[in-house]
Nanobody, 120 residues
Framework: QVQLVESGGGLVQAGGSLRLSCAAS??????MGWFRQAPGKEHEFVAA????????IYADSVKGRFTISRDNAKDTVYLQMNSLKPEDTAVYYC???????????????WGQGTQVTVSS
């Protein structure tokens, strides 16, 4: 069982930056993804990274603004979010699975989420 713990969320003005972290023992063995869910909306894929860190994918809505990375020595995955927009407001979740991809069903383990609020 992998217990994922997200941190780093908060309130930021539009144009600002935040860095989310996701930590868990044994995380280095898994592909990792970030998803988000805004009120009244479905889970939305944000970014994913292979277990080695050598391959990443992004949703079109965040490409060029967000960067996913990982430090396997620290069992931690990061999501650097720059040029934030009010529409980025959501609860952000990290997830771990055997395969990198944009579908939630690919991931076996999920964190409890961290709130990101971007004010205009």
């Amino acid at each position: 069982q992998v217990q994922l713990v997200e941190s780093g969320g908060g309130l930021v003005q539009a144009g600002g930056s935040l860095r989310l972290s996701c930590a868990a023992s044994g995380l280095s063995s898994y592909a990792m993804g970030w998803f988000r869910q805004a009120p009244g909306k479905e889970h939305e894929f944000v970014a994913a990274i292979s277990w080695s860190g050598g391959s990443t994918i992004y949703a079109d809505s965040v490409k060029g603004r967000f960067t996913i990375s990982r430090d396997n020595a620290k069992d931690t995955v990061y999501l650097q979010m720059n040029s934030l927009k009010p529409e980025d407001t959501a609860v952000y979740y990290c997830a771990a699975g055997d395969y990198k991809g944009s579908y939630p069903a690919l991931y076996d383990y999920w964190g409890q989420g961290t709130q990101v609020t971007v004010s205009s």
